[in-house]
């Protein structure tokens, strides 16, 4: 069975300071992973996504994320925050050959202070 | 990138009324949509999955009567919620992909839902 685990349902940092969003995963398959940024009143926006090429990924805006199976993490990161990054985040991962069905984490919502 | 355009974006209608949601894959075939609802402060609830030519897929608790979907083309999806009533208020999100395994869904930006 697939499932994701976000960590925190809310973080808050201060602009210029470094983001940390954690995700963990659980997977019977070898996994896709994603992370999806939500605006308020918006779908949802690809940020990244792991697809069992380099275990360090770049995304969109600064984001990173680094798949870790020993640890079965997926966390989000970003060295610095920007006022705009305040929104919803999605961590997603996906079983293969299973249609892109898609298991959603519950959220972190993320709040950057001025 | 690829572009999912959903419309409308925000309806506001009396109860006992039917809704159709439109979700088109706007740069690429969609051989597959999926529909979510969202509560607020909520994670996405997958409502169906439909394929282009086939009947569409429900999840566990979903009305397919109260729920209709279509997926004609490959461009194309609809979400008509029938006799709508308060309850069904809520933010629906569409969602596309070309089918081919560990691709990203790609999502549009929703329809808030008011069922007065």
């Known amino acids: 069975a697939q499932s994701v685990t976000q960590l925190d349902s809310h973080v808050s940092v201060s602009e210029g300071t470094p983001v940390l969003l954690r995700c963990n995963y659980s997977s019977s398959y070898s996994p896709s992973l994603f992370w999806y940024v939500q605006h308020p009143n918006k779908g949802l926006q690809l940020l990244l996504k792991?697809?069992?090429?380099?275990?360090l990924v770049k995304g969109i805006n600064g984001f990173e994320a680094e798949f870790k199976k020993s640890e079965t993490s997926f966390h989000l990161t970003k060295p610095s925050a920007h006022m705009s990054d305040a929104a919803e985040y999605f961590c997603?991962?996906?079983?293969?050959?299973?249609?892109?069905?898609?298991?959603f984490g519950t959220g972190t919502s993320l709040t950057v202070i001025p | 990138g690829a572009v999912v355009s959903q419309h409308p974006s925000w309806v506001i209608c009396k109860s006992g009324t039917s809704v159709k949601i439109e979700c088109r894959s706007l740069d690429f075939q969609a051989t597959t949509m999926f529909w979510y609802r969202q509560f607020p402060k909520q994670s996405l609830m997958l409502m169906a999955t439909?394929?282009?030519?086939?009947?569409?897929?429900?999840e566990q608790g979903v009305e397919k009567d109260k729920f209709l979907i279509n997926h004609a083309s490959l461009t194309l999806s609809t979400l008509t919620v029938t006799s709508a009533h308060p309850e069904d208020s809520s933010f629906y999100i569409c969602?596309?992909?070309?089918?081919?395994?560990?691709?990203?869904?790609?999502f549009g930006d929703g329809t808030r839902l008011s069922i007065l």
């Open positions: 439909s394929n282009e030519g086939s009947k569409a897929t429900y």
């Open positions: 997603v991962v996906t079983r293969p050959n299973a249609g892109n069905q898609f298991y």
């Open positions: 969602s596309a992909t070309d089918g081919y395994s560990n691709q990203p869904q790609h």
């Open positions: 792991y697809t069992s090429a380099a275990t």
